[in-house]
């Protein structure tokens, strides 16, 4: 099934990508996406029914170590280095006003 593109569809395509195309990129376009298209049109002739379907190249592992539960960092020590606290807590500039 070979699918041929206009130069209408291809500024209706621009129109909603929000692109502003002369009359020579409108031509370009029309003719690359013909290209395409076609490409895919023949893409579609090989069967990959026996084919299964995968998401990488490569098979995947996890390389991150194992969550281990430990001792938090103890208060003291965590505001230490803290240019300003307060109650217990980073005092940090207002970003938003009320």
Not at 18 to 47: A, H, M, P, S
């Amino acid at each position: 099934m070979k699918k041929e593109i206009s130069q209408e569809e291809v500024r209706y395509i621009a129109h909603l990508a929000r692109l502003e195309l002369n009359k020579e990129e409108e031509e370009r376009f029309t003719g690359q996406l013909r290209e395409i298209l076609t490409y895919v049109d023949k893409l579609k002739e090989i069967d990959t029914e026996k084919v299964p379907p995968t998401s990488h190249l490569f098979p995947l592992k996890n390389v991150f170590r194992e969550d281990k539960q430990k001792n938090s960092l103890p208060l003291e020590k965590a505001l230490l280095n803290a240019p300003q606290n307060k109650r217990n807590q980073f005092v940090v500039p207002r970003i938003v006003s009320s």
